[in-house]
DNA sequence: TATGAATGAGTCTTCATTCAT
DNA sequence: AATGAATGAAGACTCATTCAT
């Protein structure tokens, strides 16, 4: 009786689900959760209703999928370029790339960003996404330090403390443009202040 | 049509709206905006559905009474001691006090944190409600540490970073330990990041 | 948020309710549980759809109040007529009474009997509701009959077998007139039989 | 358009059909019609949906040819023991072990005789075909009494009614223990009360 | 002012049946 | 003959808001 959720086979079918789970995610990330219905979602995805029920156990399902295909994208881009060396004295210029990526990212996606914290925020699987994957990237950072020789001690948190600064960052000259702020200094501050953080790697 | 809203003039009408935007404030924090309806709201607050539409335009309406009310002393408690004063060479015990108190300040409503954070993600009201108390508070600080006699150059952009750098520690000590992390070394990581920030004030 | 059935206090609603217990009551009798919905009950009762789930739980809800208040009339007026006597002498006379009573009920509620019997044999409030009021039955007989001194010897099993003996006429005349039966053969048969049942208490 | 419903006659097409008319009969008699769905059925006869239709011209349709198929194996299973002879004096034994039979079989398949018994209230088809094939009842039992020497007299009518008393018998035996009732007692009064609507026979 | 009854549009979801392949 | 993907109407139920009293 319940368990009717079919994993489509055929080519057609599974474009057909893949359609699905673009429209949803994006109209959510546009327009929130509770503000998307599963009729606009199955309209743009040129699809029928009943469909839509086939493919996913429910509305929530769709943006759960949805998140697991795009969230990366969105969120954790650096996930797909876990191979980066750099010479320490490069160190500057590569957290002005990263942060500049970020902020590119950021600003590429910014509504589906702030819908999707939102969600962190508010429900559960989404939050277990978001600190799993961030939990990853931890590593992924740490991995790359460690190929560069940094020492290990503390680096979960030396590492967890730049992302939070470097996240605020971008949150901060892309969203609310603060207007007393100057962001080129803000910029210099942290990214000094990171190098603070790895001070003792960088002598 | 629209200018129905009373206004309440008696007393006990001022109160009768104190107690409806206490309930749905409380409400909406403990289980979210869209998870909460007028009924419960009216029902916890001992008064009949219809009254609430005379006091308030919409739903959304209580929210954001209940938020300009009370979301202070979840955020911003720090806008209601704005006269501190201390000396530079105990600004280690001040950030420790400063964390101590957000981060118990957090706990206590930790789950009213996180729809309200949620909501500034996705609602443009609560937004602009929490970045303006965001810019107030980065102005008590600056006060403050220009009554300190802290330089003021950039220092909107230092305070800015410190309260990140505070809060992203809260955050992370409050929700989700991540298990391979130790807050202390990360207390302490933080604490001589915002110390570098302020070096040319501390020595 | 689940328990917010009300139970209406104005006269005006306490009418309300009546009124949609009447109206899905009578649908579901005449069209069956699955070939009604809410929004003819509703229409049927002049009232909007909201309103029905303000004063019940479910659709199922709206019935099963139906049956609690109707369904006696249908099944077992005799209930409402405990205090029967008679002469011994009479046992006959008494009996095809009671079958033309029966026989009378039937006929004018016949849909509604046959709606409800499906449902008993398929739903286990409704069957609930039926086994105990057959038993209730059951009982006011045996009352009815120790009052005119018959014993008290496997009273209930004759009881219930005579019920049983008196259905099966009712029905089989009203519903299915098997053209080769002749009916007042049948009931006089019937008869018979019951007073051999009785037999130890007729002599 | 209507009349696309195909006959199969192949081998494997006929096994097809059959293994439908299986899988839904079974299911909806344990489930209910209502809660029965055409992919369930089509997925227990390890077909596809799309089959169904092409051997049947709706859902109901495969019920009742289920019905057709397996209902006298539930309801009348001595259509197909026509052939008994007995001694007049051993009708006693002979009704126990009737009551037996009949009573081992509503045992084995009683949630299909109820989800069934509900649809003859309900349904003019399975009303149709059970009131069918129980007068087919009445006639086999009369002959079988013919042939075993019972006068015609009213036979119907008495047959008719024996068929109901057995009935009510079984199914207060097997479904709701009245727990004051003495199941014993009550079979014995059941056959007393047969054999005197018999007597004339039998003396 | 206040009540709480009433509204009805809106939402998710199901399912018998048809269609493209 | 067969598959299983697709359709879309229909249904139960919710809830912000308005109305009669």
Redesign the pocket.
């Known amino acids: 009786?319940?368990e009717n959720i079919?994993e489509?086979?055929?080519q057609?079918?599974i474009e057909?689900k893949e359609k699905i789970i673009k429209a949803g995610f994006e109209l959510i990330c546009q327009n929130g959760y509770y503000?998307?219905?599963?009729?606009e979602i199955a309209k743009k995805a040129?699809?029928?209703?009943?469909?839509?029920?086939?493919y996913f156990k429910?509305?929530?399902a769709i943006f759960i999928e949805g998140l697991e295909k795009y969230g990366d994208n969105i969120f954790f881009p650096i996930l797909k370029n876990k191979n980066i060396t750099f010479n320490k004295n490069d160190f500057d210029k590569i957290l002005q790339q990263m942060i500049n990526y970020y902020m590119s990212n950021h600003k590429i996606s910014n509504i589906a960003h702030e819908e999707i914290m939102s969600m962190v925020h508010s429900d559960k699987g989404v939050a277990e996404y978001y600190y799993k994957r961030e939990l990853e990237m931890t590593n992924v950072l740490k991995n790359i330090l460690i190929n560069n020789h940094f020492k290990e001690e503390n680096l979960s948190e030396r590492v967890h403390i730049m992302i939070g600064l470097i996240d605020n960052l971008c949150h901060e000259v892309i969203y609310h443009k603060h207007s007393n702020m100057d962001y080129d200094i803000m910029t210099n501050l942290v990214i000094n202040n990171i190098k603070n953080l790895f001070k003792s790697d960088l002598t």
């Open positions: 009786m319940t079919r489509p086979k055929q057609r079918a057909k503000n998307t219905n599963t009729a040129s699809v029928s209703t009943g469909i839509v029920y086939q429910d509305k929530y």
